[in-house]
């Protein structure tokens, strides 16, 4: 089998996102990036089955600008063998960047796509969903466990309720949950091996992908503040405050 | 036009968060139809046209939904999309796993989770995990919209009466086969919807520690929620875990222990009106946002706090 792995360069999932003053956007200037966390769950996923035999080859791929590349980068460092970058500058809606990769696959023709359940920037949770139905393909979202059958993946979800199972032929788009596995690091020999692996680029117009925005940004905000609250000194008093002060309970 | 609601149910009942759905539909548009896509689910379809704000149900029944499969609900949602302006749902597993299937297909940009009905066209929705909200406009000509449902209040139930047409249902999909669904069944009040939620952190350092969670859940007929660290950690069960890859619960009063404040956590709660934290970390994160903070152990804590709330004798249930 051959997996495409997609992957998406965020801002880290540490640092605490700050509003511009002008209200266009978020601070991204100097501010730490990272792989989307899902989606190096993708990443380990298919390395694994990759190392369990049931799988060839693994084909990491991003959609984004020049330093997006250094995701892929790392994906290489932990398995990957060899890393796609389709680039384009600017915001990229998930319809578009679903798009681009139905042109990939059309050309790679793997058997699995992975990618994590969602980007934690603009927390959409679309492009899996949207590229199956492109592809016509079935899709398993939220998966927190992966079996590897014959022609078939039987795919365990995290659902509102607790968890559902489901079986999809191969094939398929699967969407990772942060609990499907443990992303491992990648090793100093691993992360030069890697710079040796090779990356392809490939510029959005070229697919002939519209990736103009269809949604406007009309402003960005800060959340509404939550005033101060107030240290409490001991359980009565925090009982107390809540009855008569709050009037919760 | 109308907008078009696709409705979430287990072929008896509705689902709550439909009813939130429903409030943030009308408010795009009044003319509201809802889409039940259902087996032997003739309740349900009789059930939404008793809500006052929907105007039309239209009721597909067939087996093929007996179960929830994304590509069996998406070509018949599809099937039905032409005549209407809006394609609703709410924005939890179910829309989220739905709805970017049916916007791919009909070719719109979806707005995901949106938070606040400014107009037909243009919504507020939070994004990095509520560190941030922007105002969108879709400029797609069709739109495709779920619903933050702890946003909205959820529709009245009864007193309407619109009229139940019968649709058509679309083609299986021969891929994807429904296997088992693991529910967990619990007395207590549903996470995403109760007045009063505790929640647990890592600080509980055990599964068997959350019986003090429970107790005072029991007295204060609370449900109880988690850290994604809890969860992790396998002290309790991940239909708990409120977060930004979890729930989003907006209680009345939430009560966090043990729980440090890490953004994920924080995205998923900071919306309740009344935020308690106990922790014994006076520096943890979860300060900045409690309106009540107690620095103290929490194994002595707990305890007291039952105690305390056992001599009161006007707890609302």
Not at chain 2, 58 to 72: G, M
Request: glycine share 6%; charged share 25%.
């Amino acid at each position: 089998m051959k997996i495409l792995v997609a992957v998406k360069r965020v801002i880290d999932y540490n640092v605490q996102v700050r509003v511009k003053e002008d209200n266009t956007g978020v601070v991204t200037d100097n501010v730490k990036m990272s792989t989307n966390p899902p989606d190096d769950n993708a990443v380990e996923e298919a390395v694994k089955i990759k190392e369990s035999g049931k799988a060839k080859e693994i084909v990491a791929i991003t959609v984004g600008e020049e330093k997006a590349q250094e995701t892929v980068r790392k994906a290489l460092a932990v398995g990957a063998d060899r890393g796609i970058h389709v680039k384009v500058d600017g915001l990229i809606e998930p319809l578009a960047v679903s798009k681009i990769l139905q042109k990939i696959v059309d050309k790679e023709k793997p058997d699995l796509v992975f990618m994590g359940k969602q980007a934690i920037d603009d927390d959409c949770n679309q492009t899996g969903q949207m590229l199956a139905a492109l592809l016509n393909w079935p899709q398993a979202t939220f998966a927190s466990k992966i079996d590897v059958k014959d022609k078939t993946l039987e795919v365990t979800r995290e659902v509102d309720e607790g968890l559902e199972t489901i079986e999809v032929n191969v094939p398929a788009i699967i969407t990772c949950d942060l609990r499907l596995n443990e992303p491992r690091y990648a090793s100093l020999p691993n992360i030069m091996k890697a710079k040796k692996k090779p990356i392809e680029q490939i510029n959005a117009s070229d697919l002939g992908v519209d990736t103009k925005p269809r949604i406007e940004q009309i402003k960005v905000e800060e959340p509404p503040k939550r005033k101060a609250g107030i240290k409490v000194a001991n359980v009565e008093e925090l009982v107390q405050k809540l009855k008569n002060e709050a009037k919760v309970i | 036009m109308s907008s078009l609601l696709i409705a979430e149910h287990n072929n008896n009942e509705v689902k709550p968060f439909t009813l939130n759905a429903i409030t943030a539909a009308s408010q795009i548009d009044p003319d509201l139809h809802v889409l039940v896509l259902g087996h032997n689910s003739e309740t349900v379809a009789k059930s939404i046209s008793e809500i006052p704000n929907v105007k039309k149900v239209i009721h597909v029944d067939n087996e093929i939904y007996n179960n929830y499969i994304a590509e069996n609900f998406t070509s018949a949602v599809v099937k039905h999309a032409e005549n209407y302006s809006h394609i609703i749902c709410s924005a939890n597993t179910f829309g989220k796993n739905l709805m970017p299937r049916i916007a791919a297909l009909l070719d719109i940009s979806q707005v995901s989770d949106i938070v606040k009905v400014i107009s037909a066209d243009t919504f507020l929705r939070p994004i990095y995990a509520g560190n941030a909200f922007a105002t969108v406009k879709s400029n797609d000509a069709k739109k495709c919209i779920t619903i933050r449902p702890t946003s909205f209040e959820p529709a009245e139930t009864s007193g309407g009466s619109a009229e139940i047409v019968k649709g058509d249902p679309g083609e299986p999909s021969n891929h994807t086969k429904f296997i088992k669904k693991e529910e967990i069944k619990s007395d207590r009040p549903e996470l995403g919807t109760a007045r009063i939620v505790i929640s647990g952190g890592r600080g509980m350092q055990s599964g068997e520690n959350f019986k003090l969670i429970q107790d005072v859940a029991d007295k204060l007929n609370a449900a109880i929620g988690a850290s994604r660290a809890a969860v992790d950690a396998g002290y309790i069960t991940n239909d708990h875990q409120v977060g930004q890859t979890g729930k989003v619960v907006v209680p009345d009063l939430y009560i966090a222990v043990g729980i440090s404040g890490a953004i994920q956590h924080l995205a998923g709660m900071k919306e309740s009106k009344i935020i308690v934290a106990i922790n014994k970390d006076g520096e943890a994160p979860i300060f900045s946002v409690a309106d009540y903070g107690l620095e103290a152990d929490l194994f002595d804590a707990l305890p007291k706090f039952l105690a305390e709330l056992n001599k009161l004798n006007t707890i609302q249930k």
